[in-house]
């Protein structure tokens, strides 16, 4: 059963566009979510956050943008860079959901230069 | 480095044997998880070990997977009587605690002939 999902296993973007990621989720329990990015044959590596009480956070080219009624979240990268170029995975939690994240299957990213 | 690592990076084993795989967490972070990854999927939870407390194992696969966390620090992963369905990375994170993002360490890659 997954509860966290990425629909599009991957995407590419030109050099300096905008880069939108997408994850929807099921569990209405979830009210901790982040974004990690990984590069071949290293581990994930945390990227940005964002809880519940609010609808967006942003650090740097990094946003995050939380659609509760929706469930659904999306991560905005802008200008997009080649070193982006990486998978993405969302991953949830929530209180009585344990103490596991939920992580989605990711979505490769290709910046082209 | 600070970093999360992990030993051996790579394993290739005949099924039925036994593994053990290790994790160093960053010094200091009392929270640790070790997750697999599958090829074409998410993360999937394995176990959580948070200082003293009873680990939770509610994600391990079968009765094959055990793991231990010794004075809080170190921990071994340990698959008895490998199966080919065991092949996957499997990766080990710690955070200081339950409620802060979680740092990875590059994974061990389990071949299972």
């Known amino acids: 059963d997954q509860q966290v999902k990425q629909n599009s296993p991957s995407l590419s973007v030109q050099e300096g566009r905008i880069s939108i990621l997408n994850c929807d989720y099921t569990?209405?329990?979830?009210?901790?979510f982040l974004w990690y990015k990984k590069y071949p044959a290293e581990g994930p590596t945390f990227l940005i956050s964002i809880s519940s009480i609010k609808d967006k956070n942003e650090d740097g080219r990094f946003t995050v943008f939380l659609n509760k009624s929706a469930k659904h979240l999306s991560l905005h990268i802008v200008p997009s860079q080649p070193g982006d170029s990486a998978v993405y995975f969302c991953a949830a939690r929530g209180r009585g959901t344990g103490n596991q994240f939920y992580f989605g299957t990711g979505t490769s990213l290709t910046v082209i230069p | 480095g600070a970093g999360v690592s992990q030993s051996p990076s790579n394993k290739v084993t005949e099924k039925g044997k036994d593994v053990e795989l290790r994790c160093d967490p960053i010094?200091?972070?009392?929270?640790l998880y070790w997750y697999r990854q599958s090829l074409g999927q998410g993360l999937e939870f394995l176990i959580y070990?948070?200082?003293?407390?009873?680990?939770?194992k509610s994600g391990l696969p079968s009765d094959r997977f055990s793991a231990e966390r010794t004075g809080g620090s170190v921990s071994t992963l340990t698959i008895q009587r490998t199966q080919q369905e065991d092949s996957a990375v499997y990766l080990c994170?710690?955070?200081?605690?339950?409620?802060?993002?979680?740092?990875f360490g590059d994974g061990t890659r389990l071949s299972i002939l």
């Open positions: 994170a710690s955070s200081l605690d339950r409620d802060q993002p979680q740092h």
């Open positions: 010094s200091g972070h009392t929270a």
């Open positions: 569990n209405s329990m979830f009210d901790y």
């Open positions: 070990f948070q200082g003293n407390s009873a680990p939770d």
